[in-house]
């Protein structure tokens, strides 16, 4: 009696070590580098969720909808105002006024076309933590045209409330100003930054503390050696702004950590053909 129950516990054991190892074996998709709980897939909505809903474009509204479709990652776009107060909006104005010459009330006068406020980035951050362990936000910091010091403020600022709010986990810094991202890499040695205008090698990248290279998809199309050395020097690869099924299978095919695109819904489909190829 005694001899089967240690055979029955010993078969239990091998059956539990066999179902943990198989479960390890059969996660879906790899995840990326950097990434821990978070959507496994590598789907950024860019600019929030918008298009299929007919949301306005970085509106909070798009956000969770991005958040609700489980993307791993939602981008926004963080400008600065007047008086200093941090907004999300894409252009450099907004019912023609020049966000960075106008006082925010001014700007919050007018609404976004769902109703919403023009999100201030303590809005969005707050509503990007609200029920969300799985999308990451991926926040664009918007060189100033008024001053390059203006810009590296402007990243201090966003990196303090990034912090103070709770973020810095689910936060990825982008910028097409390579000082700023330089900027919060000196404020914040573990951030995640990746740089947006494409003309820097992923050996520079690295030796500045970058951890990204997130370039049009059509930089990678003329300079493919950037993929194989950016995966050697374990730089990030994200490509933006990827709408059509044949780059985006392109960009799967070379394995991709992120894709950033308008139409998340058609990359959710492009992933799901590619995976079941696989089979
Ligand atoms: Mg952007």
Not at 83 to 112: C, F, G, M, R, W
Request: aromatic share 10%; charged share 25%.
């Amino acid at each position: 009696m005694f001899f089967y129950q240690d055979i029955v516990t010993m078969k239990l054991k091998i059956f539990l070590i066999a179902g943990l190892f198989f479960s390890g074996c059969t996660t879906p998709t790899k995840m990326t580098k950097t990434g821990n709980g978070f959507a496994d897939n590598i789907i950024v909505a860019h600019r929030g969720a918008w298009k299929k809903n007919q949301l306005p474009e970085n509106s909070i509204a798009a956000l969770k909808e991005a958040i609700a479709l489980g993307c791993t990652g939602s981008e926004f776009d963080v400008r600065m105002t007047a008086d200093d107060s941090l907004i999300v909006n894409h252009d450099p104005d907004y019912h023609k006024l020049v966000i960075e010459k106008t006082n925010y009330t001014q700007l919050a006068e007018y609404k976004l076309s769902n109703g919403e406020k023009i999100p201030t980035l303590q809005e969005y951050l707050l509503a990007g933590l609200q029920n969300n362990k799985r999308t990451r936000l991926v926040l664009e910091i918007k060189p100033s045209d008024v001053s390059k010091e203006r810009g590296k403020l402007i990243a201090e600022k966003a990196v303090k409330l990034v912090h103070e709010l709770g973020a810095r986990h689910m936060t990825v810094y982008i910028s097409f100003d390579y000082d700023i991202l330089k900027k919060i890499h000196e404020l914040d040695a573990s951030a995640s930054t990746q740089y947006l205008d494409g003309n820097r090698s992923p050996e520079e990248l690295k030796a500045d503390g970058i951890t990204g290279a997130d370039y049009h998809y059509s930089v990678f199309r003329k300079h493919p050696e950037w993929i194989e050395s950016a995966k050697r020097n374990k730089i990030i690869l994200n490509a933006w702004t990827v709408n059509a099924a044949a780059e985006m299978d392109w960009l799967l095919d070379q394995q991709f950590d992120f894709i950033t695109t308008n139409e998340p819904e058609l990359l959710f489909e492009r992933i799901r053909l590619v995976n079941e190829k696989k089979k």
